[in-house]
């Protein structure tokens, strides 16, 4: 495990690896002065390394990441073998992140909370919260027509396009679809607190996802 005494080039080394964890669920927070924070709290790790690659050997320097131990039957057998290589138990999630130097990992060694500090700003990345087919009011705010005097235009698109040039609809024009259920990146997010003992960070502001959705947090 790494504490604070490892060197500034180290940690900007292992900070730089992104680490899996779990959204749990907002919640407040005060601070000294009593103000009350809205934020975030992320279930982080333990993350397992479970494959180093070299420059040497792969052309390029990196390592992978492994999160959520599952049962074995849940893991098909070539994945099983490939986590058995690294004496790593049945692992779910299984990222991998580029790095500009392996000499600061190992198999098996474990990434958690020691990752970060109380006041660093980082990335979180998740799968928003789908909304399933919605219209062109809630997907893109489009205005509706008018509500009386007869309209029989209230929530429809509006022309999609002209006639004869160019005689067909642009592609990506806005219209009605599928909202929500896309990765989202929140950048800049500040750790307000964290629990080494239950590997819990508590990040001011919100985070994309439902409660228990899979999260990659990044510098």
């Known amino acids: 495990m790494y504490n604070d005494s490892i060197n500034l080039s180290k940690r900007r ?17 005060f601070d000294e002065a009593g103000l009350s924070i809205p934020v975030t709290v992320i279930q982080v790790g333990p993350c397992v390394i479970t ?13 992978q990441v492994g999160y959520k131990q ?51 700003k980082i990335n979180v990345s998740s799968r928003s919260v789908g909304k399933g087919f ?3 009011q809630k997907r893109h705010h489009f205005s509706r027509g008018p ?10 698109p509006g022309s999609i396009g002209a006639g004869t040039t160019p005689g067909r609809v642009y ?3 806005n219209m009605a679809g599928q909202l929500g259920n896309k990765k989202v990146t929140i950048k800049n997010l500040q750790i307000v607190s964290i ?3 239950n590997d819990l960070l508590i990040v001011k502001g919100a985070v994309p996802g439902k409660p228990g959705a899979l999260v990659k947090i990044s510098k």
């Open 13 to 29: 080394n292992l900070v730089s690896v992104g680490i899996l964890g779990t959204k749990v669920g907002m919640t407040q927070f």
């Open 51 to 63: 494959q180093i690659k070299a420059l040497s050997t792969d052309g390029y320097n990196a390592i």
């Open 70 to 120: 599952v049962a074995e039957q849940k893991l098909n057998k070539p994945l099983l073998g490939h986590l058995k290589k690294s004496q790593a138990p049945p692992l779910k999630y299984l990222r991998e992140y580029e790095v500009k130097s392996t000499d600061d990992f190992e198999v098996s060694q474990i990434l958690s909370t020691d990752l970060f500090q109380v006041g660093q």
């Open 134 to 136: 919605s219209g062109y």
């Open 147 to 156: 509500m009386s005097h007869g309209s029989k235009n209230h929530r429809q």
């Open 171 to 173: 592609p990506g024009k």
């Open 195 to 197: 629990n080494s003992e």
